[in-house]
């Protein structure tokens, strides 16, 4: 039962452009979200969250935006560098646990 | 000065055997965890101790016995190991138990079962 899913496997975005990443739920009494960055051969790294009481969280060049009502939210990645070249996962907290998407692979193009 | 570091990075073995991954934080955090990726890269939590005490077990089989010594290290022990246990098995830390705290993660054990 996948309650947080990362439908696109991978995305490839042009250096400098804006990369958005897709995450959905199904568990409405999720109240806070996490997105995490993984690069080969390290483990996930923390990038940034927003509680279900926002709409926008914002730093730097990453924003998450989270629509309750279509239980979707997006990470926002502009202007995209090659750095951010990784798998990003969404996560969601339940019951003293994380349930994690399956990711999605991010290529920036230079 | 790494503040997830578990070891080895890899392993490689052959069924039946029994076999131990090792973690350890120097964050101070009072939780930690371990994670077990799969072949299709879900990411799902296995076990959770807080403080040396064991809060959560996610229906693991119990040939995986996770052994926390103290707050700083929790170990994790496999028994006679199968095919299906091959995976990359993570360790994490958080400063507690509330899960909406960001996790730190170490960098992996890359287990395959020959």
Redesign the interface.
Known sequence: DQQVKQNSPSLSVQEGRISILNCDYTNSMFD?F?WYKKYP??????LI?I?SIKDKNEDGRFTVFLNKSAKHLSLHIVPSQPGDSAVY?CAA??????I?G??TRLHILP | DTAVSQTPKYLVTQMGNDKSIKCEQNLGHDTMYWYKQDSKKFLKIMFSYNNKELIINETVPNRFSPKSPDKAHLNLHINSLELGDSAVYFCASSPGVYSNQPQHFGDGTRLSIL
């Open positions: 806070y996490l051969a390290e483990g996930p790294t923390f969250s509680s996962f907290p339940r019951d003293d646990k994380i994690f399956k990711g």
